[in-house]
């Protein structure tokens, strides 16, 4: 437990300056207690704030663990993002500023992006599309994700966003499970230099979806690659949208209709659709993206989450469209061409809030105050912090070479289930304690429990939430009972598993510590080690795996895989390179193991069950003075007979 203890030795706090409170929306600790006291008026208050085109009879109806927000409410979520503003002064505000990794530039106002998204939403009707119909999009980081997503929403059909940089397998998994009837999709997209060719990926996941009827392609501009286009299957976006009127009414959806699924690792091999329903998502999202971040009108916002991940869709998509944001939206890797490239995006559009993940803040660190010295950051106000636990060391070079030491620094907590952020600083309010995530937002309500359930004044245990909250997902898609067991069978069905530890401190900051089950954060993305074992099994020459993280300095976890292989297989590097090669191939570049480690048998208890405390404890080196002897299979059962000795 010693890096817990390290972290709480940490004792240097940040007041808001008297400069940033001086403008902040909220600046009365009074907000806690009052929500505290009346959670549901708390956020009925936020509805208020959105177009409803039938109120709710009753703000939540609970009955755990399912809840429901918003009873017999009427909303649209793009009608939410969209023609809320331009009927107003912000018609011609930029909604999106678009920058490409080649740096091509494009910036769409409201009215703009109005337009496109009715003008998709007709081509989506035109292709048979309807209410409740699942669409899923495979796409790099362009407006036209943002256009789709909107498109589906405005004529209630559910969106399902895989991720550009899943393999073909766990796009065709995804569609699969969600049996989705369009698939939006690009010729390519652009990483480091580089074309993804998402078109021809989707040809092979298209080979073994049968519920696809039609696929729209958007041309990426730059991607000078061949595209295969499927008779009577495939159409070009472009083609599509010309001449597509520029009206479409808005569904008036139910609040509790379905607004999107997003994928996510669990404990099982296979991902979790969670489900996300519109009218209490979206009030999750506009309150917290106005409160966390003190959003202004004439903020410059810039998530660098890729739409993929529920953080592209909760702060690039909904969340600052429902407040009127501009939104700068980047395509590419932060040191393409050079290590500059954030800053130079912050600079050129005058960035006033920036988040991101310490993963990068992590690299950023490693490349030197040089690169972000270069550029004029003073547009800044506010920082932002999201994915996994962020060191201290890493916190304040943030505020120091970032945040030119007069940025508040705000690191939230949530997941791809909780739809917001959940556990945060409020900027003009918190003292802030680098490496703590400090308290839960108003109206949230977090626990630190014991495995037996007993609540933890001061120190460590389990992150539960022990109240609904509007956002929440309502489920995993097609599967009822995993919902249950997986998120509220752990002490009552009343109260949340998170799936984190968190420890408590003195003033009762809150300090998240990572992932207690089989769920691993590399580079603040979410992967099951499950997910991984069954891609390494899936080889033909691998008898059997165990995959466990490793702290890493730049990734947090680095993955590292226990191999067993099976008779008669020759032991090589090579064979190493060609196992990660093929997780690779398999989930996404994002799974592929860092280490492979083979072993002439996984150590396992009496019992049966593989050692996993012992695998990582040799990951890490602990159990071992030098890794080298590793390349000696039989190690990994000497240790364990070691192990169980001194056990
Ligand atoms: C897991 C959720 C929700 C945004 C992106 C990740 C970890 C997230 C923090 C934070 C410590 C964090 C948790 C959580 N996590 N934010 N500020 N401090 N840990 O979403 O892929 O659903 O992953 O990310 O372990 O359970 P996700």
């Known amino acids: 437990m010693s890096e817990i203890d390290a972290l709480l030795r940490e004792d240097r706090s940040f007041e808001p300056s008297a400069e940033f409170r001086a403008g902040a929306h909220v600046t009365d600790p009074e907000v806690y207690a009052r929500a505290e006291k009346d959670p549901e008026a708390f956020w009925e208050a936020f509805a208020r704030e959105l177009d409803w085109t039938a109120p709710w009879t009753r703000v939540l109806d609970w009955k755990p663990p399912h809840a429901q927000w918003f009873v017999d409410g009427k909303i649209n979520a793009s009608a939410n993002c969209l023609d809320r503003h331009i009927g107003t002064w912000r018609r011609n505000k930029a909604a999106f500023i678009w920058e490409g990794e080649p740096g091509d530039r494009r910036t769409l106002t409201y009215f703009d992006l109005y337009r496109q998204v009715c003008q998709f939403a007709n081509v989506l009707k035109d292709l048979g599309v309807g209410k409740g119909d699942r669409v899923a999009l495979y796409m790099p980081l362009v407006p036209e994700l943002a256009i789709a997503m909107l498109a589906c929403a405005r004529i209630g059909a559910v969106h399902s966003v895989v991720f550009g940089g899943f393999s073909a397998e766990s796009l065709r998994d995804r569609i699969n499970d969600a049996q989705a009837r369009l698939l939006v999709t690009a010729d390519g997209g652009y990483r480091r230099g580089a074309i993804v060719p998402l078109k021809k990926m989707a040809d092979e996941a298209l080979a073994e979806t049968p519920s ?28 599509l949208m010309d001449g597509a009127p520029i009206t479409c009414p808005a569904e008036p959806m139910d609040a509790e209709d379905m607004l999107y699924i997003l994928y996510t690792s669990g404990t099982t091999g296979k991902p979790k659709g969670i489900v996300h329903t519109t009218g209490g998502y979206l009030v999750g999202v506009y309150a917290t993206t106005k409160w966390v971040f003190d959003l202004r009108d004439d903020d410059v916002f810039w998530c660098t989450a890729d739409i993929g991940w529920v ?51 992590r690299a950023f660190m490693r490349w030197g105050t040089q690169w972000p010295a270069k550029r004029d950051l003073s547009s800044l106000r506010l920082l932002g912090s999201v994915g996994e636990p962020i060191n201290p060391e890493a916190w304040v070079w943030y505020h120091l070479n970032v945040g030119g030491s007069r940025c508040p620094v705000v690191d939230t907590w949530w997941q791809t289930e909780t739809g ?55 489920g995993i898609y097609g599967d009822p009972e995993r919902y249950v067991t997986q998120y509220w069978s752990r002490w009552s069905p009343d109260v949340y598993f998170t799936g984190d530890g968190a420890k408590l401190d003195e003033d009762g900051y809150y300090w998240l510590l990572g992932r207690v089950d089989d769920v691993l954060n590399v580079a603040g993305h979410r992967i099951g080690t499950m997910e991984v074992e069954s891609a390494l099994v899936d080889h033909p020459k691998v008898a059997e795996s165990a995959v466990v993280g490793r702290p890493h300095q730049i990734k947090g976890h680095a993955l590292c895989a226990f191999v067993t292989v099976k008779e008669g297989v020759h032991l090589s590097e090579g064979l190493a390179d060609e196992l990660k090669a093929h997780v690779a191939h398999k989930i996404g570049a994002i799974a592929r193991p860092d280490d492979i480690i083979f072993a002439a048998d996984l150590p396992k208890t009496r019992s049966g069950k593989i050692m996993r405390r012992l695998l990582r404890d040799i990951a890490e080196g602990k159990a071992l003075g030098d890794t080298t002897t590793l390349a000696d299979p039989s190690v990994v059962a000497r240790l364990r007979d070691q192990y169980q000795d001194e056990a």
């Open 212 to 239: 696809i009827e039609h696929v729209v392609v958007v041309r990426r501009g730059y991607a000078d690659i061949p595209v295969h286009m499927k008779e009577g299957r495939d159409r070009w976006y472009h083609e």
């Open 311 to 361: 953080t592209g869709h909760s702060y690039v998509v909904y969340g600052p469209l429902t407040n009127g944001a501009t939104v700068v939206m980047y395509e590419g890797a932060p040191d393409w061409p050079e290590k500059d490239r954030f800053w130079q995006i912050v600079e050129r559009y005058g960035v006033t809030i920036l988040y991101t993940a310490p993963t990068a803040i």
């Open 420 to 474: 917001c952020i959940l556990i945060t600083p409020l900027p003009g309010i918190t003292r802030t304690k680098p490496g703590s995530a400090t308290q839960p937002f108003p109206g949230i309500t977090a626990q630190v429990l014991s495995e037996k359930g007993v609540p933890v004044q001061v120190g460590g245990g389990l992150l539960a939430l022990t109240r609904p909250w509007p956002a929440m997902l309502r």
